[in-house]
């Protein structure tokens, strides 16, 4: 199996698309991944400078939020659209809302379904918190009814939901395995979706039952002849990151601590 690395774009938006993709390029990525709702026009040029790179792309859908459900509907389809028109490896999709019933997040569930199959564009849905898959639990209904449904595994927002290292969800997590497509490897906690410094050992706990996880799933897409599977270390900047107060300075490097969690993995995997 093919392991790829994926760099965020989110928290790097003070260097140029230029500057950003030759960095990711230097520090050994595969690709990056990225979201166009933000309104910066720029980063429009960055699909194809990271294509002149030899990198993949990734791109996110992040910003519909409306309650009502013809009118997030709308808004879900006009971003899916544009994520796709950048021609990605697949859409990460953080969809639906948390404050819908099971039917009214599977409407949503639905049409990224049809809208992949008219594009030939995979979406995969994050674990995320405030939407659809905001809990194991509820992830694990979802694919009961549609069991096709593909995901991003972000462990760090269950743990916070969840206010735990998810020891309780075992049964739940395992039969939730094959259906993962994309990890974030981002290291939450029971306070927080974010430790400040995975590399501190105050953090070792944490960091470990995220590694079991990521572990089985590496182990689990081995085994089914899954032929890659894609990673992207998603340490956010603030308010993800934990800052000090008055000067609201982050207590360490995002970029550092990224660069870090994907040599860790790729060490680790060494696939």
């Known amino acids: ?105 599977l409407c949503v569930m639905d049409a990224a379904a049809r809208f992949s199959l008219d594009t030939g564009i995979e ?17 694990s209904e979802i694919l009961c009814q549609r069991p096709e449904t593909k995901l991003v595994f972000d462990m760090s927002h269950w743990c916070n939901v969840c206010e735990s290292l998810l020891d309780d969800q075992e049964e739940t997590l395992l039969g939730l395995l094959p259906a993962i497509r994309h990890i974030h490897a981002r290291v939450g906690h029971s306070q927080g979706p974010q430790v400040s410094d995975p590399r501190a050992p105050e953090w070792k706990d944490a960091v470990n039952a995220h590694l079991k996880w990521w572990d089985r799933i590496v182990d689990t897409h081995c085994r089914a002849g899954v032929q890659q599977l894609t990673i992207t270390p998603e340490f956010g900047p603030p308010p993800y990151f934990p800052i000090l107060p008055w000067t609201k300075a982050p207590v360490g490097s995002q970029w550092d601590i990224n660069l870090h969690m994907m040599q860790l993995l790729r060490r680790r995997y060494q696939i």
């Open 123 to 139: 979406v995969l849905h994050e674990t995320h918190r405030a939407r659809c898959l905001h809990t194991p639990w509820r992830t």
């Open 1 to 105: 199996m093919k392991l790829l690395f994926f760099c965020p774009r989110w928290g790097s938006h003070e260097l140029p698309p230029e500057a950003f993709v030759e960095r990711v390029a230097a520090a050994g990525y595969d690709g990056i991944e990225i979201g166009f709702e933000d309104g910066d026009s720029r980063d429009e040029a960055i699909p194809e400078l990271a294509r002149e790179s030899g990198l993949e792309i990734i791109t996110q859908h992040f910003a519909t939020f409306a309650v009502d459900g013809p009118t997030h509907l709308r808004e879900f389809l006009s971003r899916m659209e544009r994520a796709a028109s950048f021609h990605p490896l697949f859409i990460a999709s953080q969809t639906g809302r948390d404050l819908w019933n099971l039917d009214q997040n």
